[in-house]
């Protein structure tokens, strides 16, 4: 398998339909994660970032709906490769399609005809593919979770894609013991039951730093401290031994000193098992101890997106550079801290301008009325300066300042379509080719 | 704030605490011990002064808050206000008292009264203490509100109409509202953003010399006491570990604890690298406290007996684990559920004794000394107790850490440690592990 991610979100919308309004929580959010990687998602509360977690795994409540607008690609060849096999008209072969993201991919001829009924409803896309003997095997590809029926969904969930939640309390089953509840895991997803079960969640217990785990295999939840209950948390989360694991603030709740060695236990797992990390939290100190991607969000998009290393050396966006000089401790000794003016707004109306404006110490009379983009902010030179781990060196921002070294028409015209459109052709023509387009679609690559 | 600054502080403290003790009985009909939430603590706050309690949850510092203002029974020690003993207090004085001495509470959603109005919020402490007017407390209302942020205008709304920060703004409010002199903050910011907490902390800043307060703030996020606090007091089951003003408490740590616990804050610049310590474990119960020091179960500057120096540094991580295993069985064989099983023979749900050393010891090699010991201890476990077993291994690993509760040490102008590392015979811990600095 090459380098790409194991999972990418395209596009992600989430909505919330209530009698009173819509409310956007997650907008048009886009992210790849390579495996052995970490993901940072920041934001403060109301961002999105924990419904943005929840579309992933198909596990938002009415009257909550994910748009089939967005994707959640899933790239796991294995599953890929049985999902394929189990549903064969569900399959889109990527030499079909002439739009396909990735359709640079090896065109192969392929005996099987485009005779399936509906496109939309074939979710595995396979774009690579090795011929052995006969039977061709599926090389690369995905399968689109947000198109997927529920039983597929189902299946990921878990096995290819867990979840660690907040509070690891109420994750666990009060009156169930720990042992308990990871062998039913085990019989579900992995089929071993008696004996073997227990050895194998005793195996997990220690795995994560319980000691004595057999005695503790027959305790209750409430026997565990906080941070040994969210230790039971991860090794239930790792006990189908997934591929990607969502830590949706899994350290919140916890002292510095817990929250330092679950931290550590996760960067430890994540190493042996080589785990695609996508870590949700509030907290940029734990986002730069954990993270080696970063993606900012404010009110349900993804305003920022660079290596921990850039986004922290030369944050971009406005909003990242006022969450950032708002922590305590950072902004040196200064008696009063730099504030950002307002609060988060709901985001109820369609994304038609920046959301970020109204509190933008930087805004201009465009950010009422353009949806910025996300444009390249990196600049070539700085790229070393950063300490920048190859290949993480993607840093974008979705902000009318940018790209800066272009004159101020030309750089509205990079975000707004329809202006480039009526634009009179002299500052159109030229400042369009490589903005958007190539800049826009920063997912998988 | 300076050194002199600071004596002339201590020469005329507002609050002035000294050996106080809290604790919770045992809920237990028998057998039961208690909770020793504060455990001697003292200390002396400035007119003017921010004096930052930092700890891990279970800590005490809350009890140790209320128990300042006198919310909780205090078992023992003194509180002095201005000079007066504050422990001593009847009904009447109390009431009276606590207009000087307010709170504001953690979680600005649980702390006020959904059904009432913001107005009636603020108002009540006015009310209760017969302050001024109908009129003058409507109007000493409206201008609160405007002090902590607000607008005049939001006296009939409800709280649910607000956000945190704003509810946290209504509770700063009300502990305004009766003028008082002192305020605990319990975790005031804890519950909000950071861009919200930004604001809310700058709000405290401001108020403090307009109004010329005095606070404690308790809190568990070691940046915003960094941010606001003159001097800061860290806690751990009960007690103070450390006492000093914060810059330099937090330049350069005494305590082995302090130590332990700034090195786990994660950094917002990942360029900063940090020699971190990693604890082992949780904090042990207030209830079953460890003898000696209190930090000694988790404490990586541990003074060990010199007769096992030919032990290596993984030789005693798994010495310090297996004395945790047998403590944590020893505990559990306390209980009656757990005595009975045993005494009926069928306690067999863990794994033996013999198992837990193969699995720690299989793949490090200890001195022959150390090794005998803890061979001994097996064979003890599996004869007369768990209990027995422990008590052996105290014996042979054990130190002045667990035998002795430390005192404090004056480390430096104005700075208190309790360890005994401080004393003259042992190494200064920071002579002992000099990759932690």
């Not at chain 1, 006969?134 to 399968?143: N, R």
């Not at chain 1, 579900?188 to 005793?202: F, S």
């Not at chain 2, 054990?398 to 004056?410: A, I, M, N, R």
């Amino acid at each position: 398998m090459t380098d790409g991610p194991i999972l990418s979100v395209e596009g992600l919308k989430t909505t919330f339909h209530t009698d009173r309004e819509t409310v956007r929580a997650v907008d048009g959010v886009s992210f790849a994660v390579p495996p052995g990687r970490t993901l940072g998602l920041v934001g403060e509360s109301g961002s999105g970032k924990s419904v943005t977690a929840r579309s992933i795994l198909g596990l938002v409540d009415d009257p909550g709906r994910v748009d089939p607008s967005g994707s959640v690609r899933y790239h796991g060849p294995s599953f890929v490769r049985r999902i394929a096999e189990r549903y064969p008209d569900a399959v889109r072969w990527a030499t079909d399609e002439t739009d396909g993201p990735d359709s640079q991919a090896t065109a192969d001829p392929q005996p099987r005809g485009d005779s399936s009924p509906d496109p939309e409803e074939r979710f595995v896309t396979v774009t690579e593919v090795r011929s052995a003997g006969e039977a061709a095997a599926i090389e690369t590809g995905w399968v689109d979770l947000v198109a997927a029926p529920r039983a597929v969904v189902e299946r990921a969930r878990g096995g290819e894609i867990a979840m660690v939640f907040q509070d690891a309390a109420s994750s666990l089953n009060p009156v169930y013991t720990v042992g308990n509840q990871i062998r039913e895991l085990l019989g579900i997803h992995r089929d071993v039951d008696g004996a073997e079960a227990t050895e194998t969640a005793a195996a997990l217990l220690e795995s994560v730093g319980i000691s004595d785990p057999e005695r503790r295999l027959d305790e209750y939840p409430h026997q565990f401290s906080g941070g040994m209950q969210q230790r039971a948390a991860i090794a239930l989360a790792l006990a189908c031994d997934p591929e990607v694991l969502l830590c949706d603030e899994p350290t919140t709740g916890l002292d510095v000193t817990i929250q330092a060695q679950i931290l550590d236990l996760l960067e430890e797992l994540q190493r042996e098992r080589d785990l695609a990390v996508v870590f949700i939290t509030h907290d940029m100190g734990v986002v730069s101890r954990i993270a080696d991607a970063v993606a900012v969000m404010y009110a349900g998009e993804v305003v920022e997106r660079a290596s921990v290393g850039r986004l922290f050396a030369d944050p971009k966006h406005p909003y990242t550079r006022g969450l950032l000089e708002s922590i305590p401790g950072l902004a040196g000794t200064a008696d009063r801290l730099p504030t950002i003016e307002g609060s988060v707004p709901t985001p109820n109306e369609p994304a038609t301008s920046c959301r970020f404006a109204p509190r933008c110490p930087e805004a201009m009379p465009e950010c009422e009325t353009v949806h910025p983009a996300h444009v390249d902010v990196s600049a070539p030179s700085d790229a070393v300066a950063a300490g920048d781990p190859a290949g993480t060196d993607e840093h974008t921002a979705a902000c009318l300042l940018y790209p800066e070294a272009e004159p101020h028409r030309r750089r509205i015209a990079a975000h707004d379509e329809d202006l480039e459109l009526n634009a009179d052709g002299s500052t159109g023509a030229g400042g369009t080719g490589e903005g958007p387009g190539a800049a826009d679609r920063g997912g998988p690559s | 704030m300076s050194d002199s600054e600071r004596s002339g502080a201590d020469r005329d403290p507002l609050v002035s605490v000294e050996g106080l003790r809290t604790y919770y009985a045992s809920e237990r009909l028998i057998g039961g011990k208690p909770v020793k939430a504060v455990d001697g603590v003292s200390f002396e706050i400035g007119r003017g002064e921010t004096v930052g309690i930092v700890g891990e949850s279970g800590c005490g510092k809350t009890t140790l808050g209320r128990s300042v203002l006198r919310l909780e029974d205090v078992d023992a020690g003194r509180v002095y206000f201005d000079g007066r003993d504050v422990t001593e207090l009847g009904r009447r004085e109390l009431k009276s008292w606590r207009q000087d001495a307010q709170m504001v509470y953690q979680n600005p959603n649980t702390a006020v009264n959904e059904r009432m109005t913001v107005g009636q919020i603020v108002r009540e402490p006015l009310d209760v203490h017969g302050w001024g007017t109908d009129s003058d407390r409507r109007d000493r209302v409206a201008e609160l509100l405007e002090t902590v942020g607000l607008e005049a205008e939001h006296y009939h709304r409800y709280p649910h109409q607000f956000s945190g920060g704003q509810r946290q703004r209504i509770g700063i409010a009300r502990a305004l509202a009766p003028e008082p002199e002192f305020i605990v903050l319990d975790e005031p910011v804890s519950a909000l953003d950071v861009s919200v907490q930004a604001k809310i902390l700058n709000l405290l800043t401001d108020l403090q010399e307009e109004l010329n307060l005095t606070y404690m703030l308790i809190a568990h996020d070691l940046s915003v006491v960094r941010h606001v606090c003159d001097r800061v007091g860290v806690m751990y089951l009960g007690k103070l570990m450390e006492l000093g003003p914060t810059e330099e408490l937090f330049r350069s740590p005494s305590n082995p604890y302090t130590r332990a616990l700034l090195s786990a804050i994660p950094h917002a610049d990942p360029t900063v690298s940090q020699d971190r310590i990693t604890l082992r474990g949780s904090p042990p119960s207030p209830r079953d406290p460890p003898t000696g020091c209190g930090f000694s179960t988790r404490c990586p500057f541990k003074i060990r007996p010199t007769e096992h120096d030919a032990v290596d540094e993984e030789g005693w991580t798994r010495i310090e684990e297996f004395r945790a295993v047998l403590r944590d069985r020893a505990r559990n064989a306390d209980g009656f559920v757990d005595g009975l099983k045993r005494r009926l023979g069928v306690d067999d749900r863990a794994t033996p004794i013999r198992e837990v050393r193969d699995d720690l010891f299989g793949d490090v090699s200890l001195p022959e000394a150390a090794r005998e010991r803890i061979d001994r201890a097996v064979a003890t476990a599996a004869e007369e107790g768990v209990t027995e077993a422990t008590e052996l291994l105290d014996d042979a690993f054990g130190s002045v850490c667990e035998t002795e509760v430390p005192d404090d040490h004056p480390t430096a102008a104005g700075r208190l440690s309790r360890c005994h590392r401080h004393r003259d015979e042992y190494e200064e811990p920071d002579e002992y592990r000099t990759d932690t600095r």
